[in-house]
């Protein structure tokens, strides 16, 4: 089975501060994302990375950025968290699609981030 | 662009009523895939399902079955005489393809009373 693991169910955290999410995956899966879920808007995409030390912006990036130095190992990184930034962060790994992978993404459990 | 729209926000039944989760999309794609996923209070989204926008055929797995129309854009999702497990977040979804990502609809929250 897929497993996606992020470093941290619950953080609670001050305005300003440096905030980092881990996400590993052990399926050597190309693509890794960053999700923020708030109720009624449902899940919208922080970053993507296809491959290591590569990044794209996804739909909401300011105030976020990303680091992938290992294939397994994609980090949400918040410079100076700010309490709009309080929400649940999904990470999520997947084969790109073609060759009988059809792009389904894999989930971690999600990290909820309070800032106070 | 991509888009989902899940007009339902919540939905409450009593258990063993059926009920129907609707899903319309928006694409230009021509071929393309689409998705439902579950997430339980514990968090994590659970796939349920993957359908190819060539089979129109409704898919049926147990007490879940999937109404897909092209025509009319809609890819609806019934629970047959629901439980209180089936109580969750439902997120229907369709590739981004040009980001490798998926487009979630704002999901519907199913409560299934006892």
């Known amino acids: 089975d897929v497993k996606v693991t992020q470093s941290s169910r619950y953080l609670v955290k001050r305005t300003g501060e440096k905030v980092f999410l881990e996400c590993v995956q052990d399926?050597?899966?190309?693509?890794m994302f960053w999700y923020r879920q708030d109720p009624g808007l449902g899940l919208r995409l922080i970053y993507f990375s296809y491959d290591v030390k590569m990044k794209e912006k996804g739909d909401i990036p300011e105030g976020y950025s990303v680091s992938r130095e290992k294939k397994e190992r994609f980090s949400l990184i918040l410079e100076s968290a700010s309490t709009n930034q309080t929400s649940m962060y999904l990470c999520?790994?997947?084969?790109?699609?073609?060759?009988?992978?059809?792009?389904?993404?894999?989930f971690g459990e999600g990290s909820r981030l309070t800032v106070l | 662009a991509q888009k989902v729209t899940q007009a339902q926000t919540e939905i409450s039944v009593v258990e063993k009523e059926d009920v129907t989760l609707d899903c319309v999309y928006e694409t230009r794609d021509t071929t393309y895939y689409l998705f439902w996923y579950k997430q339980p209070p514990s968090g994590e989204l659970v796939f349920l399902i993957r359908?190819?926008?060539?089979?129109?055929q409704n898919e049926i797995s147990g007490r879940y079955s999937w109404n897909f129309q092209k025509s009319t854009s809609s890819f609806n999702f019934t629970i047959t005489a629901s439980q209180v497990v089936d109580s969750a977040v439902y997120f229907c979804a369709l590739p981004d393809t040009g980001r490798r990502a998926l487009t979630f609809g704002s999901g519907t929250r199913l409560q299934v009373q006892p």
């Open positions: 359908r190819n926008s060539f089979d129109e």
């Open positions: 399926m050597d899966h190309e693509n």
């Open positions: 999520a790994s997947s084969l790109p699609p073609g060759q009988g992978h059809t792009g389904e993404l894999f």
